[in-house]
């Protein structure tokens, strides 16, 4: 099992809230990610970082922002929260010099 | 054209089953190719690598055709278990980067019944 934790598993809050969406794993990963996953839906990348100070936009435009100031610890952050926000983040991790990525057990955020 | 395709599905087989899975890609340059599984509401857990010379894990077997840029998923003696959606996924090896991000494709969905 891979070490990557992501907190709160529930979210449900209103419109205009800020909010942290936590992700951490102890594997030692240079590399982490964060998609946006709708039901039924293919994973879409939103966020990344290749290591402390580094973070990238993904493919999918999101009005999120992510910061890298710890290994260890990728947490992403909506200022003002939306009923369009609503969805499931996923956030992984990967060695430096691999590709395969493990997963948290993902964020479920409801904005009312 | 998605950089991932996959044939959605359902594919709803009987218990004992052998089922395929088929994925075609657009970027020539992937050099990274795997199978996940995703349980329902759960996150994306690895299945399998696949390797030019394909590969086997039990009743899991996958192929890579990089010629023809498609990679397969063979399920033999199907499980109750193995009902969930199988995602393709390719590295993006972008620009010379050896940092390629994966693209996921859709997903197929298999439901295995008594």
């Known amino acids: 099992e891979a070490d990557i934790y992501q907190t709160p598993r529930y979210l449900v809050i209103g419109t205009g809230k800020k909010i942290t969406l936590e992700c951490s794993q102890t594997m030692g990963h240079d590399k982490m990610y964060w998609y946006q996953q709708d039901p039924g839906m293919e994973l879409h990348l939103i966020h990344y970082?290749?290591?402390?100070?580094?973070?990238e936009k993904g493919d999918l435009s999101s009005e999120s922002t992510v910061s890298r100031i710890r290994t260890e610890h990728f947490p992403l952050t909506l200022e003002s929260a939306r009923p369009s926000h609503t969805s499931q983040y996923l956030c992984?991790?990967?060695?430096?010099?691999?590709?395969?990525?493990?997963f948290g057990p993902g964020t479920r955020l409801t904005v009312l | 054209r998605k950089e991932v395709e996959q044939d959605p599905g359902p594919f709803n087989v009987p218990e004992g089953a052998t089922v395929a899975f088929n994925c075609t890609y657009s970027?020539?340059?992937?050099?990274?190719f795997f199978w996940y599984r995703q349980d329902c509401r759960k996150e994306p857990k690895l299945l399998m690598s696949v390797y030019s010379s394909g590969n086997e894990d039990g009743r899991f077997t996958a192929q890579l055709n990089r010629a023809s840029q498609y990679i397969s998923l063979l399920i033999r003696d199907s499980k109750l278990s193995d009902s969930a959606t199988y995602l393709c996924?390719?590295?993006?090896?972008?620009?010379?980067?050896?940092?390629?991000?994966?693209?996921f494709g859709q997903g197929t969905i298999l439901t295995v019944h008594p």
């Open positions: 970027n020539s340059a992937s050099q990274s």
């Open positions: 996924v390719v590295n993006d090896h972008a620009g010379g980067t050896s940092y390629g991000k994966l693209t």
């Open positions: 970082s290749y290591g402390v100070n580094s973070t």
């Open positions: 992984a991790s990967s060695d430096l010099f691999a590709d395969t990525q493990y």
